[in-house]
């Protein structure tokens, strides 16, 4: 293996594990911060907080889809070293999300006063805070959509450890925010949403500043290119409906059990749903560092180097959701007690099978970044997202039919392996790779050796029953029993010797 492509490999494994360590730390402390927030704000406010952050945010699923396209078209140029063509496409989309930035404020402002004010269930003193927090959770949301290119930049030039530190010294903010709110001589709810409207400038201004800094494509400079602003538009269209997919699939499938079940399995369900969204934006992370290296490579031409990285992410993935998954699901029962104490019924098992579908969806990962890579993404979201809504019809046939509630969750299941299927024999086709060397050199060597470290892990666990040191003894042998399968099956030896070498190389 080429140097330059061990060295490729050494920077991905370093910005993975910035990725991960930042996402732990956030975790950890963002779910202290709920706990302090509470407490100081008491549960009233805080519902009122949420509630109308709630409304403003709506809008988020439209910035992540745009988020998500802007970095692929900065690693496209960045990977053909297009520079005069990366100013304007960071021009292009800066001017785009400044458009999407006012309309979202002036519809929400027209559909809060209008719409949605009159009929929220507010107390009457705290009408005059909710309003004002509304304008704040707005200026919030501008601020923070308005540097999302920026941030993007910096993903796809791949500074992740800056992007880790500053995502850290956010959470650590709003840490901060919610220790202060208790000695705020003013409403609290109110001074909760100008510090929280606060932290959102400093961190969307130190993305900025480091951006204006170090890279001259990101000084703005109006350039006005229809030709590129049609291509985007018609990419980030579809990256929406993907987007939308997956929001749907999740808020809708709530709304189908909230028809047919009681408020017990519901609240059993929003525990499960916490979950696996924690365990998602782990997922999240490999998906971020990888991303930069697949786009600059197909964009550079260099399809092989692509085809490498795509079985290299597939192995990744299997083995690091494993490493996160596999230990919760066996270790369930005593997590979601040790959090929250008294469960319902049905939450340990919605939790289990949620990660399961999360670990089919984050497997695919790697093949949803090389179909973005092309561009070529209209038949792709199509057919995949078509085939994951059919989860809604599927679930409400299945619960009016009389059907426990945790079959909803098997048909989901069923529907991601098939799409998992279907998205690999759509990406084949579109890039051009054989299924065989993909499942040979990328799915089936990791699958392995997952495969022959859980007996191990099972063992311990049976052996530990469910208590603190237990747990973390799971997990741990997970770890060191998928670190060194992946040394002796996953890594091929001559990828071994190279990274070694480079490695070797950099400390002499």
């Not at 002036?106 to 005059?128: M, T």
């Amino acid at each position: 293996m080429p140097e330059n492509k061990a060295a490729s490999r050494v920077t991905l494994a370093r910005n993975t594990l910035f990725l991960y360590i930042r996402q732990a730390v956030v975790l950890l402390v963002s779910l202290y911060t709920v706990r302090v927030v509470i407490q100081e704000l008491g549960l009233e406010d805080y519902g009122v907080f949420n509630l109308i952050a709630g409304i403003s945010t709506s809008f988020m699923v439209l910035s992540g889809a745009m988020a998500a396209s802007s970095q692929r078209y900065f690693a496209f140029d960045l990977g053909r070293g297009d520079e005069n063509g990366l100013r304007r496409t960071f021009s292009v989309f800066f001017l785009i999300f400044i458009f999407i930035g006012l309309a979202s404020v002036i519809v929400s402002e027209l559909a809060f006063f209008f719409l949605i004010s009159p009929k929220l269930q507010i107390p009457l003193a705290r009408i005059s805070a909710a309003q004002t927090v509304f304008h704040l959770s707005l200026c919030t949301f501008f601020v923070s959509l308005v540097s999302t290119p920026y941030i993007a930049l910096v993903i796809a030039r791949e500074r992740m450890g800056v992007f880790a530190a500053l995502s850290l010294l956010e959470a650590l903010l709003r840490l901060a925010v919610s220790f202060l709110i208790g000695a705020s001589p003013f409403d609290k709810l109110v001074s909760f949403g100008v510090l929280t409207t606060a932290v959102a400038i400093l961190y969307s201004g130190a993305f900025v500043g480091y951006c204006l800094l170090r890279f001259p494509e990101s000084r703005f400079k109006f350039v006005w290119d229809g030709r590129l602003f049609k291509d985007i538009a018609e990419y980030a269209s579809w990256n929406l409906f993907g987007t939308s997919v997956g929001v749907a699939k999740n808020q809708l499938t709530t709304l189908i059990f909230g028809i047919f079940c009681g408020p017990t399995v519901i609240a059993a369900r929003s525990i499960a749903t916490q979950v696996n969204s924690a365990i998602s934006n782990f997922i999240q992370n490999f998906i971020t560092a990888a991303r930069p290296q697949i786009v600059k490579s197909y964009s550079s031409g260099d399809t092989d180097g692509m085809l490498n990285l795509l079985y290299l992410s597939t192995k990744a993935s299997i083995c690091l959701i494993f490493i996160f998954i596999f230990p919760m699901i066996l270790e369930m029962p005593f997590l979601l007690r040790f959090w929250l104490g008294d469960l319902p019924g049905n939450a340990v098992l919605f939790a289990r099978l949620l990660l399961v579908d999360a670990f089919i969806e984050g497997v695919s990962q790697p093949l949803m970044v090389v179909v973005q890579a092309t561009g070529k993404i209209r038949l792709y979201q199509a057919v995949v997202g078509g085939l994951l809504l059919l989860n809604l019809p599927a679930s409400y046939v299945a619960l009016s039919l009389g059907a426990p509630e945790y079959c909803a969750y098997v048909i989901g299941i069923a529907l991601s392996l098939i799409a998992f299927v279907v998205r690999l024999m759509l990406v084949s086709r579109i890039v051009g790779f054989s299924i065989a060397k993909y499942l040979r050199d990328g799915f089936l060597t990791a699958a392995f050796a997952c495969l022959i470290v859980s007996p191990i892990v099972i063992i311990v666990s049976l052996s530990t029953g469910g208590r603190l040191l237990g747990a973390l003894g799971v997990f741990i042998s997970c770890i060191l029993g998928i670190g060194s399968a992946t040394l002796l099956f996953v890594i091929s030896s001559k990828d071994r010797k190279s990274l070694f070498h480079l490695i070797n190389r950099d400390r002499n």
